[in-house]
Structure formats: structure tokens, C-alpha cells
């Protein structure tokens, strides 16, 4: 692994350029539609203006990145991910939508040696949630937006407000009682708790933050063999280590539930985000 770390991203670094990264990586359509519906609000808030140097932060696959570049020319978009099989897609997306001003990197945005004041604007949809420090993570950013630069994020309010998940989740458990992450550890549900979110964004140098709450659905597929699988994809590690008739029962409730969601778009589940705004100081 060439790639500099901090060491607390470990097996972050492990499942994004394992694995799981050459899943989405694989998926890389599904999953940039399953969010799609957010982008609007998400770029809204960035106010991203011709000639801004754009950094995303967990760009994943590229297409919030992508659309950044068609907003800013002649400025610059670079997009930085862990996962080396997400940054080579969003690498050749980019190349084959001819856009010039992007650029995209594997790298670990706590502790990656940007410049100095080097952003107009920082962007992140569902990808700042995991630093393993969230504080030293923010204050890398802060380090590289210019004074009075944006910061937009776009990242889970509670789990408990998240269909997606409860409802997938609960169909993949078994019946079991899943256990529930600590308090303030990384995962895709940290910046549901709006004081600490604020607390870790003032400390790191950044304005007291807003926070909107947007409210979409979250597509997995046209149907419900292909939402199967990308659900396995992301949530398959539910039913590791299950006995055969266990893991069996598991996946009838799995497709149960899904073809509950089945809509004339697709399969479709409630999912609630905050919109997180601030400026560097």
C-alpha cells in the first residue's frame, strides 16, 4: 500500500481498496444514480463559481467531481478517494466526458499534504463521515480553503431516519439484535449529531456551521434482482457466517422487502441527509 495514511484509517484504506472499493467501482452507474437526487442541493450550497479550485473529498467514482468541472471552467476540480479502483473509473469517466480541469487522486484527505489556502471551495457527499480523526481530518481541510472558502457536505442524519438502511438492515439481521457502532466512531451515520458535528468543524477552523435537512429517495436498481445484488454488495457482510438456513431465510426477507419497494422507477427507499455549510475562517 503506497498510499499515505493515517494510521487509524487502516482498514478503511483495506475495505475501499479492497474489495469493497473494486465492488463499487464495478457498480459505478447503480451507485452514482442512488444519489443522484442530492446533487442539486449538495452543488447549490457549494456556490461553485467559474475559475474556483474545487476539492472533493470521497469522490468516489467522480460524478459529483464531474459535474463540479462543468461548472467552474476554467478552474479546477480534483477529486481524492481511497480507492484506487473507484479513482481509475472516475479517471476514465472524466476523460471520456472530454473534461479537461479535473483531476483525480487515491489519497487520504486527513493527512494529505494539500497546499496552503489552495481551495475555493471543498465539497464531500457521504464521504467525510469516516475519518478515523475527525478533528485533525477538518483541520487539514481548513488548512487548504482559502479564508472565507466553502465547505458543503452532504451526510446521514440518524439511522433511525434512514429507510434504507433500518428497513435492509432489518431484513438481513435474521432476527438477531445487530449491534449498534459506538458513539462518534467513523461510519456512515457520524455527522448525525449536529452539536458535535458543529464542535469538530469551529475547533478545526472553519465558522459554525448550517445544517439542512433534505429528505430523497434512494434508488438501488430498476428491479429487484439487480438491487439484490448491490444491496449484498454493501450490506452482505450482514449475513457472513450464517448457517445455511439461516442465511436462506435472511435473503427471502431480503427480496420481500425489496419488491415492497419496487416503483415505477425502481426500487426505492426513504433516506435523510444534512446539508452542511460553513466557511473557513
Known sequence: ??????????????????????????????????????????????????????????????????????????????????????????????????????????????????????????????????????????????????????????????????????SLAAALSAGRELPSPPAGAPGPFSHADTARVTEVLVAAGFDKPSFEALDEPMYFGPDVPTAERFVLGVLGWLVDGLDDETRAQALEALRIDLQTHLTAEGVAYASSAWLIGSRAV
Open 1 to 166: 500500500m503506497s498510499v499515505r495514511i493515517d494510521p487509524g484509517n487502516t482498514d478503511q484504506l483495506r475495505a475501499w481498496d479492497g474489495a469493497e472499493g473494486a465492488f463499487w467501482a464495478a457498480e459505478a452507474e447503480l451507485f452514482e444514480h442512488a444519489l443522484h437526487r442530492y446533487d442539486h442541493s449538495l452543488l447549490r450550497a457549494a456556490g461553485i463559481l467559474p475559475g474556483n479550485k474545487v476539492l472533493d473529498v470521497g469522490c468516489g467514482t467522480g460524478s459529483l467531481t464531474r459535474a463540479v468541472a462543468e461548472r467552474n471552467h476554467p478552474g479546477t476540480a480534483l477529486g481524492v478517494d481511497l480507492s484506487s479502483p473507484m479513482v481509475a473509473i472516475a479517471s476514465r469517466s472524466a476523460e471520456v466526458a472530454g473534461l479537461r480541469n479535473v483531476e483525480f487522486l487515491q489519497a487520504d484527505a486527513q493527512v494529505y499534504p494539500f497546499a496552503d489556502d489552495e481551495f475555493d471551495v471543498v465539497v464531500s457527499r457521504t464521504g467525510s463521515m469516516f475519518f478515523a480523526d475527525q478533528l485533525a481530518a477538518f483541520e487539514n481541510l481548513a488548512r487548504t480553503t482559502r479564508p472565507g472558502g466553502r465547505l458543503a457536505l452532504l451526510s446521514w442524519r440518524s439511522a433511525a431516519e434512514n429507510e434504507w438502511f433500518t
